[in-house]
């Protein structure tokens, strides 16, 4: 029923159109954002095709014998514009696992894309895998997440800082320097974790360039100097914290406040979502417990990121 193709950089147009009218899909997925760090993964994208038209898409990379879908990107999955059935999905994975041993593949694993970002609901792929994959959750990672058009009161702590903020003059500036973050972003992680963040300073300057709309840096200053920002990733139901960071100086005067009070209710308050990220370490098997209870003091609460295997 179903003709696969593995994706060359000749589908490039096909492939971005059908992103691009997806009702589960983000710009994550286009692939000049893929593409990016191509050198780290071996993609191994599938195609879809049935009566000869594009039905679905697969972003995925292969190591050894296992394909992963798309452990380069914060979500991955079966990508499903309005067409898409739950029967022909069925069918799609029933077929796609024999083709998959036949290239060698012995194991998958498989990160279905998080229902925040849908925009109609696409859980399809859920139902296939358990069904005629036999999938088993493999990890299961912890997002927080808040309904924007709520508007939950903050805890006191984040209303005193952002009272702090205010009172000592701390500006907010949307569509601000990557350069300056990337100072602290970089200090921030490597006095605390010694470590890096995942883009280097001039990857995400080259993300930014191609997504300029969704890609966008808030920082917070004081006295005309930096004490803070965040980088958010703005999809077409969720502004989602990608990076976050302060100095002494931002945690002291309310930096992150400032910045979510002017991103929540001033920039984007009709927005459906706002993800804060995850709040785990050690392959999600600990939960940082003042992390995690930073964003649960905006009204944040959970939403999974799961990961899914099954063997060939």
């Keep these: 029923m179903f003709e696969i193709r593995r994706y060359t950089p000749d589908d490039k147009a096909t492939w971005d159109k059908y992103v691009k009218k997806a009702r589960n899909s983000t710009f994550l997925f286009l692939r000049d954002y893929m593409d990016y760090h191509k050198d780290r993964f071996h993609d191994y994208s599938l195609m879809f095709y049935k009566d000869s038209k594009l039905y679905a898409l697969l972003p995925a990379h292969q190591v050894d014998t296992i394909l992963y879908s798309h452990f380069g990107l914060t979500y991955g999955g079966l990508i499903m514009d309005i067409n898409v059935t739950i029967s022909d999905t069925c069918t799609l994975f029933e077929e796609l696992n024999p083709w998959l041993k036949s290239q060698g593949f012995t194991k998958v694993y498989y990160r279905p894309i998080p229902w925040i970002y849908h925009l109609h609901p696409a859980e399809e792929d859920l139902y296939a895998i358990f069904w005629k994959c036999k999938a088993r959750l493999s990890t299961r990672n912890i997002g927080t997440c808040i309904f924007m058009n709520q508007h939950l009161k903050w805890r006191k702590d984040h209303i ?26 970089n200090a921030n992680l490597k006095e605390r974790f010694d470590a890096k963040p995942v883009h280097s300073l001039e990857e995400i300057k080259l993300l930014k360039s191609y997504f300029p709309e969704e890609i966008i840096q808030y920082n917070a200053y004081k006295d005309e100097h930096i004490i803070g920002g965040l980088t958010f990733y703005i ?75 099954w063997d060939l």
């Excluded at 005193?160 to 972003?185: P, Q």
């Excluded at 209710?265 to 392959?283: A, C, I, K, R, V």
């Design 160 to 185: 005193r800082r952002l009272r702090k903020a205010k009172a000592n003059g701390v500006t907010v500036v949307r569509d601000a320097s990557l350069d300056e973050f990337w100072e602290v972003l």
């Design 235 to 309: 999809t077409p139901t969720v502004v989602h914290g990608q990076y976050s960071s302060t100095n002494a100086e931002g945690k002291e005067f309310g930096a992150m406040e400032a910045i979510y009070d002017q991103v929540m209710y001033q920039d984007y308050p009709d927005y459906p979502y706002l993800d804060f990220g995850s709040s785990t370490e050690n392959n999600c098997s600990y939960i940082n417990p003042g992390l995690i209870a930073h964003k649960e003091g905006y009204g944040g609460r959970g939403v999974v990121y799961d990961t899914y295997e």
